[in-house]
């Protein structure tokens, strides 16, 4: 037994397509994700400048909304009072971004359209409806105090944005679940080195005339193939944690019993493709290749969505699409906090892993050649 491991083991190595589609392309692929937008959410917003010119008449509630503001989020925006034709000079020269005009009613004045002058318009949106609440809330309790006006000013205390499950959600995560996924997947690419089909590889061909019973030896290639496409995900996993520094929101143990899954769910995969019919090499690694790419489309790789959308279009395409079960494994134990859909994932890829293997089992016991 152990020599057959020993063996299968360094055929396998020796292999570029095992090398290079489980562990090397996925690698790669991680780092064009982190480059292109996987520290997005660490980028650096500079604080808004804008002028205050004050009317005759200033509306002292926009003034204190303006500086509850400023002390809530001082990097949100920095307030500079000025006269008009000093905030006219700024305005530009560029060095702010907009104008409040405060007198009974507060105004904006901006110079273009971007993030910077849609911020100043949301500020000042929003202390308007802020002034309609307090309006309603003094009608109906005309002895409410400086400090609860306060407090509604200030609403960044009151909500917080976070998931289901207690965490906060991190919008470009999916597409490393996908990743992660399609890495898993790609272990057909070293399953499929365990077929013992006569007509696909010289090496399937010697092994067919092998005394040694045929369930031993799918066996043993699985478990070498597992083991191989197993640690291929883990070091992608770990890649991704320890040297992109992506945060995962902990849980990794979990994530690797899901990878354990995902792991068998590949190289079973490949086995039976490398078992099934009649066709040339070529054409199988081709539709290894083809139905990993578009499972993992699906999961959400190329299209954040593109999951969201099959679910609500066809969500049975989900329950048997084993990327989009391993993707959604991950959000169950980082993002949902949902362990009986994680459970219910799990069995789902566990018992696809049962019947491919023994697929592949049938399919090599019953073929005979007159001739190897």
Same mark, same amino acid.
């Given at each position: 037994?152990?020599?057959?491991?020993?063996?299968?083991?360094?055929?396998?190595?020796?292999?570029?397509?095992?090398?290079?589609?489980?562990?090397?392309?996925?690698?790669?692929?991680?780092?064009?994700?982190?480059?292109?937008?996987?520290?997005?959410?660490?980028?650096?917003?500079?604080?808004?400048?804008?002028?205050?010119?004050?009317?005759?008449?200033?509306?002292?509630?926009?003034?204190?909304?303006?500086?509850?503001?400023?002390?809530?989020?001082?990097?949100?925006?920095?307030?500079?009072?000025?006269?008009?034709?000093?905030?006219?000079?700024?305005?530009?020269?560029?060095?702010?971004?907009?104008?409040?005009?405060?007198?009974?009613?507060?105004?904006?004045?901006?110079?273009?359209?971007?993030?910077?002058?849609?911020?100043?318009?949301?500020?000042?949106?929003?202390?308007?409806?802020?002034?309609?609440?307090?309006?309603?809330?003094?009608?109906?309790?005309?002895?409410?105090?400086?400090?609860?006006?306060?407090?509604?000013?200030?609403?960044?205390?009151?909500?917080?944005?976070?998931?289901?499950?207690?965490?906060?959600?991190?919008?470009?995560?999916?597409?490393?679940?996908?990743?992660?996924?399609?890495?898993?997947?790609?272990?057909?690419?070293?399953?499929?080195?365990?077929?013992?089909?006569?007509?696909?590889?010289?090496?399937?061909?010697?092994?067919?005339?092998?005394?040694?019973?045929?369930?031993?030896?799918?066996?043993?290639?699985?478990?070498?193939?597992?083991?191989?496409?197993?640690?291929?995900?883990?070091?992608?996993?770990?890649?991704?944690?320890?040297?992109?520094?992506?945060? #995962?929101? @902990?849980?990794? +143990? &979990? /994530?690797?019993?899901?990878?354990?899954? =995902?792991?068998?769910? %590949?190289? *079973? !995969?490949?086995? #039976?493709? @490398?078992?099934? +019919? &009649? /066709?040339?090499?070529?054409?199988?690694? =081709?539709?290894?290749? %083809?139905? *990993? !790419?578009?499972?993992?489309?699906?999961?959400?790789?190329?299209?954040?969505?593109?999951?969201?959308?099959?679910?609500?279009?066809?969500?049975?395409?989900?329950?048997?699409?084993?990327?989009?079960?391993?993707?959604?494994?991950?959000?169950?134990?980082?993002?949902?906090?949902?362990?009986?859909?994680?459970?219910?994932?799990?069995?789902?890829?566990?018992?696809?892993?049962?019947?491919?293997?023994?697929?592949?089992?049938?399919?090599?016991?019953?073929?005979?050649?007159?001739?190897?």
């Amino acid at each position: 037994m152990l020599h057959l491991l020993k063996y299968s083991f360094l055929s396998k190595i020796r292999n570029f397509n095992i090398v290079f589609w489980p562990l090397v392309f996925p690698l790669v692929l991680g780092t064009f994700f982190y480059f292109a937008f996987g520290n997005i959410n660490e980028a650096d917003f500079q604080t808004v400048p804008v002028a205050v010119v004050k009317e005759a008449s200033a509306d002292t509630f926009f003034i204190t909304y303006l500086d509850e503001v400023e002390k809530s989020s001082p990097d949100l925006l920095k307030a500079e009072e000025m006269s008009e034709k000093e905030a006219l000079e700024a305005l530009q020269d560029k060095k702010v971004e907009g104008i409040y005009y405060v007198g009974k009613e507060p105004s904006l004045t901006v110079a273009g359209t971007g993030i910077e002058e849609s911020i100043l318009q949301t500020v000042l949106d929003s202390c308007e409806n802020t002034r309609t609440t307090i309006t309603n809330i003094m009608k109906k309790n005309p002895q409410m105090d400086m400090e609860t006006m306060k407090s509604l000013l200030s609403s960044d205390s009151l909500v917080r944005e976070v998931s289901l499950g207690g965490r906060t959600i991190d919008g470009n995560v999916q597409f490393f679940y996908a990743l992660i996924a399609m890495a898993c997947l790609y272990g057909c690419f070293i399953g499929f080195g365990s077929a013992i089909q006569a007509n696909i590889t010289p090496l399937a061909a010697r092994r067919c005339v092998t005394p040694t019973h045929k369930l031993k030896l799918i066996l043993t290639d699985q478990l070498t193939s597992f083991a191989l496409g197993y640690v291929d995900v883990i070091i992608l996993i770990l890649y991704l944690r320890y040297i992109l520094n992506l945060d #995962f929101q @902990g849980q990794m +143990g &979990k /994530m690797l019993v899901v990878s354990f899954f =995902g792991s068998l769910i %590949g190289v *079973s !995969m490949g086995m #039976f493709i @490398g078992s099934f +019919g &009649k /066709m040339q090499e070529g054409v199988r690694i =081709g539709l290894m290749l %083809g139905i *990993s !790419m578009v499972s993992s489309f699906l999961a959400g790789l190329m299209n954040g969505n593109m999951k969201d959308i099959v679910e609500k279009s066809v969500p049975f395409v989900n329950r048997i699409n084993p990327a989009s079960l391993i993707s959604d494994a991950f959000y169950c134990i980082n993002v949902y906090d949902d362990m009986t859909r994680y459970y219910r994932n799990l069995i789902t890829l566990a018992v696809m892993c049962v019947v491919l293997v023994m697929a592949s089992f049938f399919m090599v016991r019953r073929e005979r050649y007159d001739s190897i």
